[in-house]
């Protein structure tokens, strides 16, 4: 008997180790394939046009299964009202067919569990009694609108100001006669910050001829600033007027609750317009139809290299265009500029042609789909020539919509502007060609969504590259991809805390080279989450009658390894045979 009890226990370990071999392997793939799917919902009808639909997420399981680590999943990404979930490859991935590397162009870097909380603190308030209006005209593009809109909130919140919907600019390069209305969903805006921020559509009738304070608040001020020298502004005026928005609000060193506002202001209140959210997903659903696509904001626009003085590849003939116009805008203080040492600075938006050359360096097939996220590229087809001969599926909204479909925006660069941040923030790859407003935007709030893949060429190091290349010392194919590929890894959009000041700047110099806070709202809106635990075991227990009860042994298989315990009779004697 005991010989056969030995025999049971050893055929018993060997059925154990095979069931811990079953559930490791059934928790793995618990863990990596396991996908939520959020609801989808059809295009916007005219009935209902106010959300763009939320997209399934069924080729992210192409990711999870080929990857041997867990890839990010939007667990961590709820559900947004205006933007999808997760835009993923909808190419087959052939790992079979020795394509690993084209998986890498795709796939988005590990979020390390990072995801939004912006929640106010248990000590968050109600708004506070108004002690007066806050005024704003906004000032810049659409990017620097946004952000200075979202930044007055706060400020609104800070000095118990009713906040009036912000004024759009129009009287910038663009000369865009869009109100706030026409580009963003105005009852969304109020009604999303109710628990925040008192928001009102306009002055009341009786205040409309009131005296006002017509101010230019200090750049980058905290709350000292605030609740000191301009909230003592309303003991003299009812209505304080913000002359502008753009950065007037420190990046860093203000309260949790602030900050979070900002993001919740910026990334939930501040919704575009049922007409632009419509089109925008439209464009997106037609880019997709292409498969992966890559969102590229080519910044080779007039304004840009006017206001930057980058002439390099240019003719004569352009670059004395481009300085005239500098000159003619009063607002762009700078007007003598070395387009050579700004290039060599890395201060130059990326010329179409350079943009070719560092994509194929990254390795992306000639048949990318790459939609193009700008206004007119300064020199037209002839300027955009060499890259698209590398890529000729390069799209565009004019591209992917009709004439009829675009009418209502086409005049209006902040609609228009609104388009192509829709796309971009929805592509599966976006590269920006310079960092401004836009890229910015659109890399901080990408990082917002589950840090998806934000390439951010090193533009310094590109430009000589570039100039070897044209020189002869240096031809493109694999040494060149080696190192531009190196240069890159770390420059994903991956999670990282928000850069401070450069070492050794001081005053104004000090806090224009932080980095700015909605390009990368870590650690403030992002906070790292537990992974979910999975625990599952299996519990066998052997048994018998023996002189005190039952006696025997209990043993389980888990993840964590193998255990036993003993069953102890409740009375005493020996074990029967």
Same mark, same amino acid.
């Given at each position: 008997?005991?010989?056969?009890?030995?025999?049971?226990?050893?055929?018993?370990?060997?059925?154990?180790?095979?069931?811990?071999?079953?559930?490791?392997?059934?928790?793995?793939?618990?863990?990596?394939?396991?996908?939520?799917?959020?609801?989808?919902?059809?295009?916007?009808?005219?009935?209902?046009?106010?959300?763009?639909?939320?997209?399934?997420?069924?080729?992210?399981?192409?990711?999870?299964?080929?990857?041997?680590?867990?890839?990010?999943?939007?667990?961590?990404?709820?559900?947004?009202?205006?933007?999808?979930?997760?835009?993923?490859?909808?190419?087959?991935?052939?790992?079979?067919?020795?394509?690993?590397?084209?998986?890498?162009?795709?796939?988005?870097?590990?979020?390390?569990?990072?995801?939004?909380?912006?929640?106010?603190?248990?000590?968050?308030?109600?708004?506070? &009694?108004?002690? @007066?209006? $806050? *005024? #704003?005209?906004?000032?810049?593009?659409?990017?620097?609108?946004? +952000?200075?809109?979202?930044?007055?909130?706060?400020?609104?919140?800070?000095?118990?100001?009713?906040?009036?919907?912000?004024?759009?600019?129009?009287?910038?390069?663009?000369?865009?006669?869009?109100?706030?209305?026409?580009?963003?969903?105005?009852?969304?805006?109020?009604?999303?910050?109710?628990?925040?921020?008192?928001?009102?559509?306009?002055?009341?009738?009786?205040?409309?001829?009131?005296?006002?304070?017509?101010?230019?608040?200090?750049?980058?001020?905290?709350?000292?600033?605030?609740?000191?020298?301009?909230?003592?502004?309303?003991?003299?005026?009812?209505?304080?007027?913000?002359?502008?928005?753009?950065?007037?609000?420190?990046?860093?060193?203000?309260?949790?609750?602030?900050?979070?506002?900002?993001?919740?202001?910026?990334?939930?209140?501040?919704?575009?317009?049922?007409?632009? &959210?419509?089109? @925008?997903? $439209? *464009? #997106?659903?037609?880019?997709?139809?292409?498969?992966?696509?890559? +969102?590229?904001?080519?910044?080779?626009?007039?304004?840009?290299?006017?206001?930057?003085?980058?002439?390099?590849?240019?003719?004569?003939?352009?670059?004395?265009?481009?300085?005239?116009?500098?000159?003619?805008?009063?607002?762009?203080?700078?007007?003598?500029?070395?387009?050579?040492?700004?290039?060599?600075?890395?201060?130059?938006?990326?010329?179409?042609?350079?943009?070719?050359?560092?994509?194929?360096?990254?390795?992306?097939?000639?048949?990318?789909?790459?939609?193009?996220?700008?206004?007119?590229?300064?020199?037209?087809?002839?300027?955009?020539?060499?890259?698209?001969?590398?890529?000729?599926?390069?799209?565009?909204?004019?591209?992917?919509?009709?004439?009829?479909?675009?009418?209502?925006?086409?005049?209006?660069?902040?609609?228009?502007?609104?388009?192509?941040?829709?796309?971009?923030?929805?592509?599966?790859?976006?590269?920006?060609?310079?960092?401004?407003?836009?890229?910015?935007?659109?890399?901080?709030?990408?990082?917002?969504?589950?840090?998806?893949?934000?390439?951010?060429?090193?533009?310094?190091?590109?430009?000589?590259?570039?100039?070897?290349?044209?020189?002869?010392?240096?031809?493109?194919?694999?040494?060149?991809?080696?190192?531009?590929?190196?240069?890159?890894?770390?420059?994903?959009?991956?999670?990282?805390?928000?850069?401070?000041?450069?070492?050794?700047?001081?005053?104004?110099?000090?806090?224009?080279?932080?980095?700015?806070?909605?390009?990368?709202?870590?650690?403030?809106?992002?906070?790292?989450?537990?992974?979910?635990?999975?625990?599952?075991?299996?519990?066998?227990?052997?048994?018998?009658?023996?002189?005190?009860?039952?006696?025997?042994?209990?043993?389980?298989?888990?993840?964590?390894?193998?255990?036993?315990?003993?069953?102890?009779?409740?009375?005493?004697?020996?074990?029967?045979?």
């Amino acid at each position: 008997m005991q010989r056969r009890r030995r025999r049971a226990v050893v055929l018993l370990r060997k059925l154990l180790t095979c069931a811990i071999c079953v559930i490791a392997l059934m928790a793995l793939l618990s863990v990596h394939i396991h996908v939520p799917v959020f609801p989808s919902s059809k295009v916007p009808d005219l009935a209902d046009p106010y959300k763009l639909p939320t997209v399934t997420q069924q080729h992210e399981i192409k990711y999870q299964i080929l990857s041997t680590e867990q890839s990010w999943t939007q667990e961590l990404a709820p559900p947004h009202p205006h933007l999808s979930q997760a835009p993923l490859p909808s190419r087959k991935l052939d790992v079979a067919s020795g394509h690993s590397d084209f998986i890498k162009l795709w796939k988005p870097p590990p979020n390390r569990n990072f995801g939004p909380c912006v929640e106010p603190s248990s000590n968050y308030t109600s708004p506070p &009694e108004s002690r @007066g209006f $806050l *005024l #704003v005209h906004t000032n810049g593009g659409l990017n620097q609108m946004r +952000a200075g809109i979202c930044d007055m909130v706060a400020v609104a919140r800070i000095i118990n100001a009713t906040l009036v919907v912000p004024e759009l600019d129009k009287r910038s390069f663009w000369q865009d006669s869009s109100n706030f209305s026409d580009v963003f969903d105005e009852d969304h805006f109020i009604n999303s910050l109710a628990n925040d921020v008192k928001v009102i559509k306009m002055l009341p009738k009786e205040l409309k001829t009131a005296a006002r304070a017509v101010k230019h608040f200090r750049s980058w001020s905290g709350m000292d600033y605030y609740q000191g020298e301009i909230a003592s502004m309303w003991d003299d005026y009812q209505i304080i007027r913000a002359a502008k928005s753009d950065s007037r609000l420190a990046n860093n060193n203000l309260p949790p609750d602030i900050q979070q506002l900002r993001c919740r202001a910026c990334y939930e209140a501040l919704r575009f317009a049922p007409q632009i &959210e419509a089109m @925008g997903k $439209l *464009l #997106v659903d037609r880019m997709r139809s292409y498969g992966s696509y890559i +969102a590229l904001h080519l910044r080779y626009e007039k304004d840009m290299l006017a206001f930057s003085g980058c002439t390099h590849d240019l003719s004569p003939a352009e670059a004395d265009e481009l300085r005239t116009i500098r000159e003619n805008t009063a607002y762009w203080k700078v007007k003598d500029i070395d387009s050579m040492e700004q290039r060599s600075k890395g201060y130059c938006p990326l010329t179409p042609k350079e943009v070719g050359i560092f994509l194929t360096a990254l390795g992306y097939p000639s048949n990318t789909p790459i939609y193009i996220a700008a206004g007119e590229i300064y020199g037209g087809d002839a300027r955009m020539a060499d890259l698209q001969s590398r890529y000729p599926m390069i799209m565009s909204k004019e591209k992917l919509a009709s004439v009829e479909e675009l009418e209502p925006f086409v005049n209006h660069a902040s609609q228009m502007a609104a388009l192509d941040y829709i796309v971009s923030v929805e592509s599966d790859v976006f590269i920006p060609s310079y960092s401004g407003n836009m890229a910015r935007a659109v890399e901080g709030h990408r990082r917002f969504l589950g840090h998806r893949k934000t390439v951010s060429p090193d533009r310094k190091v590109l430009v000589r590259l570039f100039d070897k290349i044209e020189l002869g010392t240096l031809k493109e194919g694999r040494s060149l991809s080696n190192k531009i590929i190196e240069v890159h890894k770390r420059r994903q959009g991956s999670p990282r805390k928000r850069k401070g000041p450069i070492s050794g700047t001081k005053g104004t110099d000090r806090f224009r080279s932080e980095e700015a806070f909605y390009v990368n709202p870590l650690p403030d809106c992002l906070c790292q989450k537990e992974p979910p635990n999975v625990n599952v075991s299996l519990t066998i227990r052997i048994s018998w009658l023996g002189g005190g009860g039952e006696v025997g042994e209990t043993w389980t298989a888990s993840l964590s390894g193998l255990s036993r315990r003993p069953l102890l009779g409740s009375g005493s004697g020996n074990r029967s045979n």
